[in-house]
Structure formats: structure tokens, C-alpha cells
């Protein structure tokens, strides 16, 4: 036996039924039914019976393509008993990508949401004759539904394979190098290590609540919390597709203890009407993470008496890497803090040697929750992984004296302006100040005389206007003069991705047309 071959490896449901078997774990909000630790497995061990019988086993994957659904879980819990490999395909996502990682990941059986049942439709050719299933509890077009293939088996604990924390358990896709997603294998260690770090790092209680707001497609979804929780025996609440009036009721009415978002979630509930009357009491901590959040967007938090600090993660590493103690937000704002306590890390220059504090390089992490590679891709792999075990982030960073790191930009969205390097997330952070300003993002663009100059994208906030000329005037002084941007643009909205973070690459792309 190796040293981590436990059978306890990959069983979710069925370890934390047997401690807690009747205490509340999954709210779903789209129906308002709850389930119990218990039930949640029974559950768990009907769909792994199902998967058997459709002949998939340790190692095949499980397509699923879904928005925030309940049953999603289902999938989860019963290939995590199986060894089967999840693979949750971006909703976002085009048809031309989708085929492609359909023929790349090559899935034994392919779930879909019903509510998405157009989309899917565009690359049902690719999935071909494998067994294909709508989720729910009603079938679609000839598909038969997911419930009734769950029911139709027993609940009782289904027979395992051996597995160890080298197997993998999840395939989640990450932007490519070739413009197209890569795979990133996330190993049932990863996600064992990960919900660790979190548990023991965050100081999270049995007691917690939270309304799971990342998708489900996303590491951030199904790693964030939603396995630290069920690990700790703690509640998550399934919310479906987000809305600003929906989360302020349910931090209400559920009394959410802790509350996970990208920053643009937390700008449309502060701005929203409702919040200066949200009823936050239950509330512990705010986490931003997936992009710097603005303190200016922190600030109208605190003014609740509420903390809302910064996280950082990536789906190669936890994705959960720093902890930032409450004490210590209002005096380091922009800081992500610590190390989590199975993790390594160094902030690189170019051949890979650790910067002194105060100088900017690579973040580099290495640990028990890295990634296992890219599906299929062994140069991307190579890459990314260094032989020693250290992981490239492409993200750059900074420690401070104290040991207080910070992020403080990716490394391909910072630009050299005669000579000069500019990091876009300073000079966003300042736009984020501007009383008119609701989002603004900053690219960098070719200059004949320069190299390159920063262009910034402004949305402003309803029934306001500004002008490049009173934008120019808010900032001089306020930032070197290479770092204020050279050209302006004011749209209706920015891209975002499915989880809210926007999204330069669109805009570096739409720039270039």
C-alpha cells in the first residue's frame, strides 16, 4: 500500500454522512429543497451506481455542461467515489472550443442543463452517440433524465476502487497559450490539500453558511469553499445564476457567515439600492478574489462595519494560497497577506531567483495543491512546472518588509512604456476612486514613440458623465506621467467571464479589429 492509498480517498459524501449524518449540507435555491449529509450521499452512491452501469470506471471522464445546478453535485460526489474524472465545460464557451476539448478530454457519458439546452444543440454533433443525459427531473428531446437514472438504483455505499491522491479527479479548463482552453488535471490531493489549507488557514467553523456565487465550472466553485465547507461539515447554499437582490436576501434570511465573490459582484451590491438596509449581521468576512478589488468598492463595506479583504488563487495551485488576518485589512488594504500552511512560495525574477523585499517578480508556488499538469499537453505542462516542483503563476507580486504580500498585476497584461514598466491594476485601482467611475480596466496599446502606452476602458455609474479631460485632470499628480493612459474609451459595459471578472483580452482583441 503507497502511503496516501486510503480508502477514505475521493469518498465526500459517505466519510462526512457518517459523522453528521442529519445536519442541513446543501440548500438548493432554485427549489428550496435541503438536504442533509445523509442525504446528499445516498444520493451520491445512486449516481456512482448509475455511472457503473453505464460502463464508466476509474479514470474515464464524466462530461457536464451546466450553469449553478444542484444536481451538479450529484456528479461530483459519485465520480470522486468512482475514480471517474469530472469535466465541467464552460457555459461560455463558443461551439468551435467546445468541440475541441470534447475531442481532446474524449468523455464516456455527457450530462447538459436543460436551460441550456439551445447551446448544447450547436455542438451535439461532437458528442456523437455517447450516452447524453439532461439534468433533472424531465427529459429533453429524446434524452432521458438524470434523476430518474440516479433513483432507478441503491443508495447503499457503492463498491470502490483504490485510489490514491495522484489520481486525478477533476479536468478544469484555463486559457491556452494557442487561444484556445487547456485542461488543468486537478488530482483528488489537490482538492484534499486545499480544502486543508483552507479549513486550517481561514479558521472556518462547522457553523459557516455560505451562497456559493463562483460556477460550478470553475475550480472557484467547487474549491473555493464548497469542499472546505463539506470537508468541515459547514452549509452551502446552490444560488443558480447571480443576482444582486437574491444574494442580499439570502445572506438575510440564511444568515451567511462568510461571503466569496469576484469584485464585480461586490460593486452591483453596493451599489444597489438595497444594500445601505442589508441586514449583514451574520456576516464574518467578505473575500473578493479573480481580480484585484478596488479598496475605493472595500470601503463601502467597512462603512457597514464589514471586512472586505482580497484573496488570490489560480486553478493550477488550491486555488486558496493567502490568508489576510481581519486585523490587519484597513492598514493593508491591497495586501493578500500569508502563505497558507501547506504552501511554499517565492516572488521570481527571470532565472528564477528569489527578488528582495519591496522589488516586483513572478509569484511561485509549491505544495501539496499544485496541479498534476495539462491534459493531453506535456509542453504547456513543462512550462508551468518547473522539475523541482514549483509552479508558475504568470501573475507578478510583491513582499513587503512586514512579509505582507501583494498581487500586482499578470505578468502578459504589464506593459513597458519608454523603458518604463506600467502595472494596469495601480492605475485601475485610481480610475476605481473617481466618484463617477463604476468599472474601468486598462490594456496596454502599440506607440510609435513609446512602445507602448496604457488605453483605459471606462463604465460609468448610472445618470453620471465624465470626459477624457476630467479624467486627465483626476489623475495628473496622481501617477507618473508614462503611467497615465494615452487614450480613453467610455462603453455601456465591459466582457466579463461566466464568474464576473473582466475580461482584457476581449478588449485587447476588439482593440486590435
Known amino acids: 500500500m503507497k502511503w496516501n492509498d486510503w480508502s477514505w480517498i475521493g469518498d465526500w459524501t459517505g466519510r462526512r454522512a457518517l459523522l453528521t449524518p442529519k445536519k442541513e449540507a446543501i440548500v438548493d435555491n432554485l427549489s428550496g429543497a435541503r ?36 444536481d451538479f453535485l450529484d456528479l461530483l460526489f459519485a465520480c470522486g467515489k468512482i475514480g471517474s474524472i469530472l469535466v ?57 433524465d438524470m434523476a430518474s437514472l440516479r433513483r432507478l438504483k441503491s443508495v447503499a455505499a457503492v463498491e470502490r476502487p483504490s485510489l490514491t491522491f495522484d489520481d486525478p479527479y477533476l479536468i478544469v479548463f484555463t486559457g491556452g497559450t494557442t487561444g484556445l482552453p487547456k485542461g488543468a488535471v486537478l488530482s483528488h490531493g489537490l482538492v484534499f490539500w486545499n480544502s486543508v489549507n483552507t479549513i486550517v488557514s481561514w479558521e472556518l467553523r462547522p457553523d459557516d453558511i455560505q451562497p456559493l456565487l463562483f460556477p460550478l465550472f470553475h475550480t472557484g466553485g467547487i474549491n473555493v469553499l464548497l469542499v472546505p465547507f463539506y470537508h468541515l461539515g459547514a452549509m452551502s447554499i446552490i444560488m443558480g445564476d447571480f443576482s444582486v437582490e437574491e444574494t442580499l436576501r439570502v445572506i438575510r434570511d440564511e444568515r451567511c457567515t462568510i461571503v466569496i465573490g469576484v469584485p464585480t459582484m461586490f460593486n452591483m451590491m453596493a451599489q444597489s439600492p438595497e444594500f445601505s438596509k442589508a441586514d449583514f449581521s451574520s456576516v464574518r468576512v467578505f473575500i473578493s478574489g479573480g481580480a484585484p478589488c478596488p479598496v475605493a468598492i472595500m470601503e463601502r463595506y467597512w462603512a457597514r462595519d464589514k471586512i472586505l479583504k482580497m484573496g488570490y488563487g489560480l486553478t493550477e495551485v488550491g486555488p486558496n494560497n493567502f490568508y489576510l488576518p481581519e486585523s490587519e485589512v484597513k492598514r493593508k ?26 522589488e516586483v517578480g513572478e509569484l511561485m508556488l509549491r505544495g501539496p495543491h499544485i496541479f498534476s499538469g495539462y491534459w493531453d499537453e506535456p509542453g504547456e505542462t513543462a512550462n ?18 512586514e512579509g505582507f504580500h501583494y498581487i500586482v498585476g499578470r505578468k502578459k497584461d504589464m506593459f513597458i512604456s519608454g523603458g518604463e514598466n506600467v502595472y494596469p491594476t495601480e492605475i485601475e ?15 496596454g496599446v502599440p506607440h510609435e514613440k513609446w512602445g507602448e502606452v496604457g488605453k483605459a476602458f471606462i463604465v460609468t455609474k448610472p445618470n453620471m458623465e465624465l470626459t477624457e479631460g476630467e479624467i486627465l485632470s483626476y489623475l495628473e499628480g496622481k501617477l507618473a506621467r508614462y503611467k497615465i493612459p494615452k487614450h480613453y474609451e467610455f462603453r455601456d459595459e465591459l466582457p466579463k467571464s461566466a464568474a464576473g471578472k473582466i475580461l482584457k483580452r476581449e478588449l485587447e482583441k476588439e482593440d486590435k479589429q
Not at 488594504?333 to 519591496?358: Q, R, S, W, Y
Not at 485601482?429 to 490594456?443: N, Q, R, S
Open 35 to 70: 438536504y442533509t449529509f445523509l442525504s446528499m450521499d445516498e444520493r451520491a452512491n445512486g449516481m456512482a451506481r448509475a455511472l457503473l452501469d453505464l460502463g464508466v470506471s476509474k479514470g474515464d471522464r464524466v462530461g457536464v455542461y451546466a450553469k449553478n445546478r444542484f
Open 384 to 401: 508551468a512546472i518547473e522539475e523541482d516542483g514549483w509552479v508558475h503563476t504568470g501573475d507578478l507580486a510583491m513582499k513587503d518588509e
Open 88 to 144: 465541467p465545460f464552460n457555459t461560455r464557451l463558443t461551439p468551435r472550443e467546445v468541440d475541441y476539448l470534447i475531442d481532446k478530454t474524449d468523455p464516456k457519458v455527457f450530462f447538459y442543463d436543460p436551460s441550456t439546452s439551445s447551446e448544447f444543440e450547436a455542438f451535439r454533433d461532437s458528442v456523437g452517440k455517447r450516452d447524453t443525459f439532461v439534468m433533472g427531473e424531465k427529459g429533453v428531446d429524446g434524452d432521458k
Open 333 to 358: 488594504p491591497t495586501a493578500v497577506g500569508f502563505p497558507v500552511f501547506h504552501c511554499d512560495m517565492k516572488i521570481a525574477d527571470d532565472d528564477l531567483n528569489e527578488v528582495a523585499p519591496g
Open 429 to 443: 485601482e485610481l480610475l476605481f476612486k473617481h466618484p463617477a467611475v463604476l468599472e474601468a480596466a486598462v490594456v
